[in-house]
Nanobody, 120 residues
Framework: QVQLQESGPGLVKPSQTLSLTCTVS??????????WTWIRQPPGKGLEWIGH???????HINPSLRSRASISRDTAKNQFTLQLSSVTPEDTAVYYC????????????WGQGTQVTVSS
């Protein structure tokens, strides 16, 4: 069973780049069929899928965020990272990393979530 842990700053200024890292334990992130995912939940709103980087390393980003978001991985550290540029207060949310086993499958593991606030 994989376990995930987010890390990163809790406060980001507007126009800056938000960077969050998810550290995975319990198996390598290159393990077949795992999709390593970023999801966020703004206050008072539902979950929003940001994107994922699967075991193949080919990323997919929500079209609404494609111009600002990128996801990368460091296989040596068993981590994957979200970067979101030009943030605004609307990017304030709890950010989660998660894992699915297969494309479109149910989430099999969640990080605990990390609050990110965009404010000057």
């Amino acid at each position: 069973q994989v376990q995930l842990q987010e890390s990163g700053p809790g406060l980001v200024k507007p126009s800056q780049t938000l960077s969050l890292t998810c550290t995975v334990s319990g198996g390598p992130i290159t393990t077949n069929y795992y999709y390593w995912t970023w999801i966020r939940q703004p206050p008072g709103k539902g979950l929003e899928w940001i994107g994922h980087i699967p075991y193949t390393g080919v990323t997919h980003i929500n079209p609404s965020l494609r111009s600002r978001a990128s996801i990368s991985r460091d296989t040596a550290k068993n981590q994957f990272t979200l970067q979101l540029s030009s943030v605004t207060p609307e990017d304030t949310a709890v950010y989660y990393c998660a894992a699915t086993y297969g494309l479109g499958a149910e989430i099999v593991a969640w990080g605990q979530g990390t609050q990110v606030t965009v404010s000057s």
